[in-house]
């Protein structure tokens, strides 16, 4: 399938999936544009599989896409940690189809159809 370019440049677009993936690691459910939210769907995807895998070449290569950030200020843990520690485990059994994207309505500014994102539980 072709990537979409979400009317940004190539960088710009790197940067967008990273910081969407990275929310949508923290966060489980994240609001955003219906078409980011299709692409995005791929990125986590292949995230949680390299997370179920668990060994550390999959670690590295999830760390080098996944930003560093706190996922639980309890506990410290970051985004990557909870990664591979309670979504990885959580779709073991899964193969493949780790989130859903639900249309929303339609934004009020510029009518663009928004979606949510979210984990299948």
């Known amino acids: 399938m ?9 960088d710009h ?3 967008l ?3 969407l993936a990275t929310d949508m690691i923290v ?8 078409m980011k939210a299709k692409e995005l769907r791929t990125v986590v995807d292949e995230l949680v599989t390299l997370a179920k895998q668990g060994d550390l070449a999959a670690r ?6 996944v930003r560093d950030i706190v996922a639980d200020k ?3 843990k970051t985004a990557l940690q909870k990664l591979f520690d309670e979504i990885g485990p959580r779709y073991a059994d899964r193969n493949g189809g780790y989130t ?3 249309k929303t309505t339609v934004r009020r500014g510029d009518a663009a ?7 299948v539980k």
């Not at 489980?28 to 219906?34: D, V, Y």
């Not at 590295?60 to 896409?65: D, G, L, P, Q, T």
Request: glycine share 4%; no cysteine.
């Open 2 to 10: 072709q990537n979409r370019k979400l009317g940004r440049t190539a």
């Open 13 to 15: 677009r790197k940067a």
């Open 17 to 19: 999936l990273r910081n």
């Open 27 to 34: 966060y489980e459910k994240i609001t955003t544009t219906e």
């Open 60 to 65: 590295r290569e999830a760390a080098s896409y």
């Open 74 to 76: 309890a506990t410290g």
């Open 100 to 102: 859903r994207v639900v």
């Open 113 to 119: 159809p928004m979606a949510y994102i979210e984990f």
